[in-house]
C-alpha cells in the first residue's frame, strides 16, 4: 500500500477523477437488454492498479516487516491510481473498434458486426 493520503495536489498528481457510468445509463442499458432478449455479462478487472501508467516519478518503500524481493510494489492507494486505469482502458477500448458515447463518457459502442457490443465501465467493473 501507498501512502496516497500523503501525496499533494500539483506535485506529486495533477488528475485524480474517474468516470463512472450514470445510473440512467446502466438503467437504459437494462431495459434495452431486456427488450430485445439479450444476455448481459459482467467483468470484474483484477488488480487495475498494476494496469495504469503514471506519469509521475513514485518513490516508495515497502513496509516494515512486509518487505520482499518478488513481489511487486501495488500502487493501491495513490490518488491518481483510478484516473491512469480509466485512461488506460479508454485508449484500449478505442484501439479496438469502440466509441465513447457522447451521453455518457463510460459507455462504449461497438457495432460493427451487426449486433452491437455495449461496455459501461464502472470503475474497475465492466
Known amino acids: 500500500w501507498t501512502k496516497g ?4 495536489h500539483g506535485v ?3 488528475q485524480i477523477f474517474v468516470l463512472v457510468a450514470k445510473m440512467t445509463t446502466v438503467q437504459t442499458v437494462i431495459a434495452l437488454a431486456m427488450v430485445k432478449e439479450w444476455h448481459p455479462r459482467q467483468m470484474d478487472v483484477k488488480k487495475p492498479f ?3 501508467e503514471l506519469e ?3 518513490y516508495m518503500v515497502q513496509p516494515l ?3 520482499s524481493n ?3 510494489k501495488v500502487l493501491y492507494g495513490l490518488k491518481q491510481a483510478w484516473h491512469v486505469w480509466h485512461l488506460k482502458i479508454t485508449q484500449y477500448l478505442h484501439q479496438i473498434g469502440f466509441k ?3 451521453s455518457d463518457n ?3 459502442v461497438r457495432s460493427d458486426s451487426g449486433s452491437p457490443i455495449i461496455i459501461i465501465l464502472y470503475v474497475d467493473d465492466l
Not at 5 to 8: E, G, H, S
Open 5 to 8: 493520503y500523503a501525496q499533494t
Open 12 to 14: 506529486d498528481y495533477e
Open 50 to 52: 498494476l494496469q495504469g
Open 56 to 58: 509521475e516519478a513514485v
Open 65 to 67: 516487516g512486509f518487505e
Open 70 to 72: 518478488i513481489h511487486p
Open 100 to 102: 465513447t458515447s457522447e
Open 106 to 108: 463510460s459507455l462504449y
